[in-house]
């Protein structure tokens, strides 16, 4: 026999798990499409060279390439490359600032660990602008994080914001800018290390105390957004870039107010770094409050030119992603996630014998009219194992279709968790599953 | 610079041809589930010793294949093979009969020519029974095919209907048995070619006139199910498979009928095939009427055992398919698919000046509660770019919000295909999108 087994490091859900990770793809999917994402979908395989044309060591070594005819292939590690090559090819056909949205499974063959997928799902949005992107798109994306994880429901979470260019004007004013990649490298773990640690870090990268104590201040600012304004303004650093990322994190998170993000969900936190090349202003991350220790579950942030490898002109975006595979199975961990029917079918329908069939595909027919997804039960065996697979399969209720419900189309409907039973018309099922 | 065109054979969709695919897949996807088939998702890798178990020569070739640290791996070319693996790796948290609906990425790297595709959607249901699966759920498939063509509103179909048994029985009992797989191959091109070339591949298989003129005779045979099914019992033809599939014929067509499948809507075809050695009882294609050229758009039929290759127990199931990509591109090729909208959005806000932001943005939040998707312009930008914005994006309305819009809440709605303008309420631009 033939290893049926799922390899290693790819995730495969029975039923009742993929309905509940099937309902949270579907509230991002409608919140991206109802702030007017617009969904595409391209190639899971690509050239090589489109893919690797800016990846590096890494991402190289994970990627799944392959030859096919005269083809250097490979599969697709984020949604981020294959959206710079579809705006630079379809440039001309999309109108700007383009909103697109995008969730579809990416591939990278790490090395197996917990949590850590080969593929998995990935759900982004950007927004592109030609030339021009106005800084009220930086807050836009908070809001369509926001009303996402409200929805999903999975506890307290905080918006985290930062400004790449207050990160980068802060070095330069306080004069370690030739070494400002390795210090935000530390910044960036400050979250995980005990404070000693952080301090024997920041210290190997030899500074003098004041600059580590000016680092250790500035990273501990958090919090509410004008009081961490405020104290950076008080810093009186002088320079060009810091002020400029200074106005900018203060507009975004007044307009993060004004589109009714609840404050009490965002703050700013300066020692999000969100890797070194990529992001060139704002810069978010999000994490549970109550399960910190997960990471960020949605980041993102503002970039100067998306099709800078592909294209000659500008193209600046904001967007924000998702790692939904990853994100399911550390909240189904954590025990946040219940499922309990193995079917989505709202409910099935059992004929008592075979001469009901009839009468059990009208009643079906009518229920599905209403939005109903009905499931009908068409072997002909004891009633009992028809019982047996209603109860197998999880639902809340059934409906049974005797000689006598036939006749009287008042069907017996049946609540399989107390096994209280009633008789119900096909308008009152229908405004039952409607409540 | 890098070559950023999709690769020959890649689907690819700009946003308003997106949009147009999406709600095919959309309509799919809702009505495989208002019939209880509940969806999975498999790694679109697996073991190349899975997907190539039972694969033959064609198969084989066509199949991406590659090795990533030990493994040997191959990306999957149909979702059957998933779909036997699935059951029998996940068979004890199953319940069955069990209904499963797939809709995902398959790949085959054919020779690229028109219509054909590497990456296609396949949207899949099978209803899998253990040791028994009543005919009764043959005569479901069609009546959920039947929902979901009548719903994608593409013309008037035929949904044809075969059994392998009758087309088995009557090859033993004309005495053809042993050329009974060329003679079928053959069948299966009689609408393909003319009546001249069909006589003359059949005679190049040595048969004698008598057996041709029984043949054809028999493919002949088409058209409403009772006067089909009279003919075959006509032809007093002995053989015990021949009568048991007549009978399943008989009764799926039965059933079809009692299920609510209009009669104008499907009849039996002897000349349908499907492939040689899969299916073992009814099997399906559906055409439409106005274009038979561009063959079925969604088959299927039953099958005696589905995990042969992986496990000992019979799982006998039957199932549908239909190939959306190519039925996509062939519809768009017949131009019976139009697309207007480059948005997903059902509506967009233009601000006359930034000052309006705070009412653009409260507008929208409540234009989205009530389920509609709103996108809001937000580069602050001469009011004539906005214009060109929402006129580009091919979208039905717009709201237009300045200075006196924002103080009465009464809002300029602009028609953008009559360029009328009017002034509602945010609950009559509601109501405007539920009616």
Redesign the interface.
Known sequence: ???????TG??????ER??V??SMKRIIEDEY???????????????A??LL?KAGGETEKQV???E??D?D?ALRFDLTVPLA??V???FN?????F??SHIG?V?R?ERPQKGRY??FYQCDIDII?KD???V??DA?LPRVIYSIFSKLNIGKFTIRVNNRKVLKGFMRAIGVEAKSAQILNVLDKVDKLSKEDFLKLLRALSLSDETVRQIVAFSALRGEATSVINALVNMGLRDEEFTAGLAELSEVTE?MQ???IDPAYFEIDLSIVRGLDYYTGTIYETTLDDHREIGSICSGGRYEDLTS???TFALPGVGISIGLTRLYSQLLELGLLSSDA????DV?ILPIAKEQ??EV??LA?TL?GAG??????????KFKTKMK?AD???IGSIVIVGEDEAASKSYTYQNMVTGEKERLTADEIISRYNT
């Open positions: 026999m033939v290893n049926t087994r799922v390899l790819l995730m495969e859900l029975v039923p993929q309905l990770f099937d499409a109802s702030f007017g994402y617009t969904p595409i979908d391209t190639p899971i395989i690509e050239r060279e489109v044309a799944y390439r392959f096919k005819g083809n292939l090559r579809y630079a090819d379809h056909e999309l109108s700007f600032p909103r697109r499974k591939y063959g080969r593929e602008g021009v992107l106005d009220a798109y836009e307009l004004m589109m009714g490898h592909y294209t193995k079917t989505i079918a099935v069939l009839p595909v009208a027919e599905r109903m997804n009905v499931d009908t039960y068409l072997n002909d065996v697979y197998k399969s999880g």
